[in-house]
Structures are given as C-alpha cells and as structure tokens.
Nanobody, 129 residues
Framework: VQLQASGGGLVQPGGSLRLSCAASGFTISNYDMGWFRQAPGKEREFVAAIRWNAGTTYVADSVKGRFTISRENAKNTVYLQMNGLKPEDTAVYFC???????????????????????WGQGTQVTVSS
C-alpha cells in the first residue's frame, strides 16, 4: 500500500500549484481522502478532505476559497488545487486515506490525523518571493 504525493515546489505569493496523490496497492474508491500539512515546529494540520463518493468535500477555514480537493477514482488519484498561495501555506503536504465514513461522521473525523489508515510521504510547498 502506497500513497505518492507530488506537485510541490517553490512558488511566488499569489501563485498556484496542483498537488497529486497517486495510490497503489489498494483502491481509493471506498476511502475518504484527506490532505494535511505540517510546517517546521508545528503540528500536522488538516487542509481538506473528500468523501469516498466525491459527493462531499470539507476544507479548512484557513484555505477556504483558495484550495479545492478533487478525486478521480478511475485513476486512483486525489488532487489538491491551490490558488492564491500565501507564505503561511509553506509546509510539507501529506495525503492520507481512511475507510469511507457515513456522512454524519465525515466532518468530525476527517480532520483528525490518527483517524487515517494510510499516509503518503509528503511533498514540500514553499511560497516565497
């Protein structure tokens, strides 16, 4: 089982990046998928999650209106489109997978890192001029 995150890099403030997370060894169609980030000296922080059926997404207030999470189950891949990047978005970004939740549990549990079954290795995003 593996989650491979890619697409990070150095970008100027206001710029955009699209992160990808490709899964192997399992099928993501039954999994809720999430993105987290961790800046140096800080705890891992929830960014966004998408429910297994792609019908529901949840985005942290800090990135709402700028970041969008999506998924292509046929490609076993989840994405994080990041627009309007700010220096405070600088962090290592991780994707994660957990067994699909019922809708009433989704928002409460997908923000918690230890709720996830699988984690990717992370991709560095640096926003700087």
């Amino acid at each position: 089982v593996q989650l491979q995150a890619s697409g990070g890099g150095l970008v100027q403030p206001g710029g955009s990046l699209r992160l990808s997370c490709a899964a192997s060894g399992f099928t993501i169609s039954n999994y809720d998928m999430g993105w987290f980030r961790q800046a140096p000296g800080k705890e891992r922080e929830f960014v966004a999650a998408i429910r297994w059926n792609a019908g529901t997404t949840y985005v942290a207030d800090s990135v709402k209106g700028r970041f969008t999470i999506s998924r292509e189950n046929a490609k076993n891949t989840v994405y994080l489109q990041m627009n309007g990047l700010k220096p405070e978005d600088t962090a290592v970004y991780f994707c994660a997978a957990r067994r699909g939740l019922i809708l009433s549990e989704f928002r409460k549990r997908v923000i918690v890192p230890h709720e996830y079954d699988y984690w990717g290795q992370g991709t560095q995003v640096t926003v700087s001029s």
